[in-house]
């Protein structure tokens, strides 16, 4: 039987390459990429710039995908502050110019957004449940909710997965955890915040639920975050234990004393009942994938991805 055909968008992102380095065996992965060279990839790649008239549309059919899994943002929060209009575009009009081409081709069309569109301030340990009212603290979290509110009027067949993830990058600079790793790894002293908190998962943890949950029947909001909440701070003294650093490297500290630009949301527990039902019970936590997170480097797998940029 032929592979299935997914068109990932963000393939040169965090999210977007883990998931096509891992399932291109699976699937035949049509990668879109903009402004990182990319080479040696052992999946086909087209280049695109959404901001380019018309570069949105038609990609679907010349990628004669079964699927969509749309990666691509404008994902620094920071840089969203400082150009609003095109994180405005990147983050909430291109998702729905997807949405409406997958519904008129009727194959599944699955939009990443992110647990920033909560404002971080909900009493309780119930957490985020996928219908509670969302309350943007920021330019990167306003475009965020934007698209996925274009995405389910443009295809209310669209699944809208919120995540929060780490994982290792083509720079090696792209994620948290790689931060908390390269500093630690030169004897560096860092800060951690001990008033955020968020439930990740490990990027190969989320990929393999979000290569389960393109072909499901499920339809509209969906979160899928780690079973564990963990502050900044916590996470990075786990990555230091994961490796055997010295976790005293890490200082607590608020994110208010952090010169920071943009507003963080503070408390950010997650509901995964929808989540837990889908997976049977068995939902992986942001700890447990530390493992996995290690053994990616131990084998060799990240050389891989850092060695696909093209200089
Ligand atoms: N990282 C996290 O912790 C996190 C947390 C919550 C939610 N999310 C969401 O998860 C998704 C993936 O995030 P990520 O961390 O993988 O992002 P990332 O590493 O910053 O990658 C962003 C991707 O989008 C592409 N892109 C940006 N502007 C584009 C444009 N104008 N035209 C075409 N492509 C463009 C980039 O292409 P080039 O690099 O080639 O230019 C890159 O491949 C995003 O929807 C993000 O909002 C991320």
């Not at 999946?43 to 004669?64: H, P, V, W, Y």
Request: glycine share 10%; proline share 4%; with cysteine.
């Amino acid at each position: 039987m032929a592979k299935k055909r997914i068109l990932v968008t963000g393939a040169s992102g965090l999210l977007g390459l883990n998931f096509s380095l891992r399932y291109h065996g699976e699937y035949e992965i049509i990668g879109v990429v903009n402004q990182t060279k990319l080479s040696h990839l052992p999946f086909e790649t087209l280049q695109r710039d959404f901001f380019n008239d018309g570069a949105a549309a038609g990609l679907i059919e010349t990628a004669k995908a079964d699927a969509v899994l749309h990666c691509a943002a404008m994902a620094n929060v920071d840089q969203c502050e400082k150009e609003p209009e095109a994180a405005t575009f990147v983050n909430g009009t291109v998702p729905a110019l997807f949405a409406e081409e997958a519904k008129r081709r009727s194959i599944p069309f699955l939009h990443i957004s992110t647990d920033a569109v909560f404002d971080g301030e909900k009493p309780g340990a119930d957490g985020y449940r996928e219908n509670d009212a969302a309350n943007p603290i920021n330019v990167y979290a306003e475009t965020k909710l934007a698209g996925e509110r274009n995405v389910l009027e443009a295809n209310p067949e669209a699944i809208v997965a919120r995540v929060n993830f780490y994982g290792w990058s083509i720079s090696g600079r792209r994620s948290l955890s790689e931060f908390f790793y390269r500093s630690l790894l030169d004897g560096n002293r860092v800060s951690g915040f001990i008033d955020v908190v968020f439930c990740p998962l490990y990027v190969s943890d989320l990929a393999r639920i979000l290569s389960r949950l393109i072909w499901s029947s499920e339809r509209g909001l969906f979160h899928v975050f780690g079973s564990r909440l963990l502050s900044k701070y916590e996470f990075g003294v786990e990555i230091a234990k994961t490796f055997g650093f010295d976790p005293g490297l890490i200082r607590p500290i608020s994110w208010r004393d952090s010169g920071l630009t943009a507003v963080r949301s503070p408390n950010l527990v997650m509901n995964i009942d929808r989540l837990s039902a889908f997976l049977g019970g068995d939902v992986p936590d942001g700890i447990g994938g530390l493992d996995e997170f290690r053994s990616d480097l131990d084998s060799g797998f990240v050389k891989k991805i850092q060695e696909v940029r093209w200089n």
